[in-house]
């Protein structure tokens, strides 16, 4: 009987110590989905960036000495998943961290955590977006939500539905600038919320109830981990996209039960014992 090979993914994103985003919720969740989950950590938070006043402890020198004990370990990731960056000269060692911990076969998620609702977090300038660009021929998987597509693409973001044809052309650019499979998140589908997915076999649209007008903090992060561990565990795309989804969806729906207020995250931890 062949054993059992447990995937391990190393994550690079910030440690907020409360709102329910990065690494707070891609460690349980990435180990729920029985991957073991590896942490090189970008900024340390006391809280996200939506709310007014934060701590913020960027690690952007840190991170090459952190890592260089991993190459001493010698080890080497079944996926990489990257969220949010603290500099622009983060994205060098986000290249050189892949550069050096990827094979043929790793999985590599780009979430190019840059903004939401048609504005960049407060963290995020222009040249930071310019810088984020480079990762996309690095990645296997990018996930932005639709202001984080408009971001990288150049196209206007504007409320409202968009229409088919501009949900291809913004995926085409983003194929463009050398992403491979594409899922641009949230989609505002009249009463409904769709994902739109683009790899090099077509395009597909997964649409969802929409649930609740505010928007949810850390939703992003926890749909890019559940995708970021069945990519390494050759979970099929579509397949994934529609797990992650209603469990977000789910999520969204037991916090507003709960009255917990959109900016504290969504509380995920509930359902985590569903995730498989
Ligand atoms: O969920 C995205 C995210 C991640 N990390 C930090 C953030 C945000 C969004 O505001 O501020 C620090």
Known sequence: M????QKKIAVINDFSGFGRCSLMVSVPIISAMKVQCCALPTAILSNHTG???FFFDD???RMRPYYQKWQQLQLHFDGIYTGFLGSVRQVAIVEEFIHQFSGEDTAILVD???GDNGHP???VDKALCDEIRHLLPLSTIITPNVTEACLLSGMDYHEGA???AEQKEMAYRLHRLGARQIVITGFDMGDEIGDFISCPDGTSQLLRQKISGSPHAGTGDVFASVLAADAVNGVP???SVRKASSFVGEAIRLSDEMGIPAQDGVCFEEILCTLR
């Open 237 to 239: 795309l579509a397949q």
């Open 112 to 114: 190019p955590v840059m």
């Open 51 to 53: 709310y007014e006043d």
């Open 162 to 164: 968009y229409s088919e």
């Open 59 to 61: 690690y952007t020198e």
């Open 2 to 5: 062949t054993k059992k090979q």
């Open 121 to 123: 977090y407060t963290t």
